[in-house]
């Protein structure tokens, strides 16, 4: 339970991505009704692309009965980190510094802190998952090498591109932007699961089209997480400091 409510508490931290830039709405439609055979090399043009962000957010969390509302104040530097702070009615409660090595969460109501290998997030998905992965997971480009993605067409996803990598099967459904409208990681044999859906397209100028609202679902044998997310003010200018520093008089958890 601990290690998958705080992969849920790192998903939801990273999802800020955009800037101060102009943003504004962009009609990309509903997903792809038909694929061509140049969409897989079209497709890595439009990638949203950043080098610092930062974001505030709102974050609603289910679990069961448990229903939460959350405001997220995040920033991340690309392929190197992210970090954030998480509050409810003005309170800041959880604390939470993610890298290339480690996920460090500190709990500021019970006055405790953790630390944990990234190494946890790839046993729950069972495939290589790291600070890199969940940037892009959160926003809305592939975390995977989309060379390697073949079109599929069946009842329950319609037309989209798929791939199989050991165990682990992925999903892209595309719309008319060539952005996702829908990814899911899936593995055999199991109920794992992760299922990101995009909507609210905004460009931002010079770094692309940016989903502003994220619905993502965690499954798996004991749990059934869901998170919706929404960007309300983001900003792409450079990023002076990481405020984070675990109290000496905090316990560690486990």
């Known amino acids: 339970r601990a290690q998958l409510n705080l992969f849920v508490i790192a998903a939801i931290l ?39 962000l930062s974001v505030k957010m709102k974050a609603e969390y289910k679990d069961g009965a448990d229903n939460q509302n959350f405001t997220i104040n995040a920033v991340m530097i690309k392929d190197s980190l992210i970090w954030a702070s998480i509050s409810a009615l003005g309170i800041e409660g959880i604390r939470i510094l993610v890298d290339k090595d480690s996920i460090k969460l500190i709990n500021r109501l019970k006055k405790t802190y953790y630390v944990h290998s990234t190494d946890f997030l790839e046993q729950f998905l069972g495939q290589p998952f790291g600070v ?3 940037q892009q997971l959160l ?6 090498d989309f060379e390697n993605l073949k079109y599929s067409e069946n009842d329950l996803y319609g037309e989209h591109f798929s791939s199989q990598a050991g165990m682990a099967r992925y999903i892209v459904q595309l719309n008319e932007c060539l952005r996702i409208n829908r990814f899911v990681l899936k593995e055999a044999g199991s109920e794992r699961k992760l299922d990101s859906e995009y909507s609210n ?13 994220m619905n993502l679902h965690v499954k798996d044998e004991r749990k059934d997480v869901y998170f919706k997310l929404q960007y309300v003010s983001v900003n ?4 002076n400091a990481i405020p ?7 316990a560690r958890g486990m």
């Open 14 to 52: 990273i999802t800020f991505a955009s800037c101060k830039n102009r943003m504004r709405a962009t009609n990309c439609g509903v997903t792809m009704a038909t694929f061509t055979e140049n969409v897989a090399q079209n497709w890595s043009e439009e990638f949203f692309e950043f080098d610092q």
């Open 139 to 144: 926003l809305g480009n592939p975390i995977f």
């Open 201 to 213: 397209f905004m460009k931002v100028k010079k770094h692309g089209i940016l989903p502003t609202i």
């Open 244 to 250: 984070f520093r675990i109290p000496s008089r905090y």
């Open 132 to 134: 890199s992965q969940l």
């Open 236 to 239: 792409t200018d450079e990023i």
